[in-house]
């Protein structure tokens, strides 16, 4: 089974700095995805950024964007020029590619989360 | 581009009532999955929806159970609720078998509270 793990409870910055998020993660697959979710205090999930174990290239969105240690099964996310929006949890999270039939399905397990609150 | 919609909002019930949590998908979008969120945690997979079969389960008894429908939306039901049953249900949908298959985008979520 895998298991995701995030190690920071809780996480500040100051409006306009970079701040980076840790997660972990275990799994003896080789092909998988990654996602960084974040949870406002409205609660709708909205993803952040997703990345693809195949691909060597960290994904980036705008001021998102993840460094990938696929050896170390790490999968950070770092927030740049952080605006008072981004004040929400952020959930890792794991995912083992699905195939029709039921075989293989895209559950994705998640992290304990880590609040972050941007201050002005 | 219709997103993913969830209902109702919030919803009070009693223990050993039953209940039914309702979610649209978003437009071409065919699998859907539902997450139970406890305050403060990760969300939990509780199963998966892909062309109105269930295409795989987390660990949650036979009282969680679902519908997907051909429009793919979906229902969650739950029968002889318990006072752990109150939490936040997430639905997601996801396209499988397209460019950025499995990604799932979530509703707003259903509140429940067991009384």
């Known amino acids: 089974a895998q298991t995701v793990t995030q190690s920071q409870p809780e996480m500040s910055v100051q409006e306009a700095e970079t701040v980076t998020l840790s997660c972990t993660y275990d799994?003896?697959?080789?092909?998988?995805?990654l996602f960084w979710y974040k949870q406002p205090p409205s609660r709708q999930m909205i993803l952040v950024i997703r990345?693809?174990?195949?691909?060597?290239q960290n994904a980036t969105e705008n001021r998102f964007s993840v460094n990938f240690q696929k050896a170390a099964k790490s999968f950070s996310l770092k927030i740049s020029d952080s605006q008072l929006g981004d004040t929400a949890m952020y959930f890792c999270?794991?995912?083992?590619?699905?195939?029709?039939?039921?075989?293989?399905?895209?559950?994705?397990?998640f992290g304990q989360g880590t609040i972050l609150t941007v201050h002005p | 581009e219709t997103g993913v919609t969830q209902s109702p909002t919030h919803l009070i019930k009693t223990r050993g009532q039953q209940v039914t949590l309702r979610c649209s998908s978003q437009s071409g979008h065919n699998t859907v999955s539902w997450y139970q969120q406890a305050l403060g945690q990760g969300p939990q997979f509780i199963f998966q929806y892909y062309r109105e079969e269930e295409n795989g389960r987390g660990n949650f008894p036979p009282r969680f159970s679902g519908l997907q429908f051909p429009n793919y939306s979906s229902e969650l039901n739950v029968n002889a609720l318990e006072l752990d049953d109150s939490a936040l249900y997430l639905c997601?949908?996801?396209?499988?078998?397209?460019?950025?298959?499995?990604?799932?985008?979530f509703g707003p979520g259903t509140r429940l509270t067991v009384l």
């Open positions: 990345q693809e174990a195949y691909k060597q």
């Open positions: 799994t003896s697959e080789n092909n998988y995805y």
């Open positions: 997601a949908s996801s396209l499988l078998g397209g460019t950025h298959t499995d990604t799932q985008y």
């Open positions: 999270a794991f995912m083992k590619p699905s195939n029709a039939g039921g075989t293989s399905y895209g559950k994705l397990t």
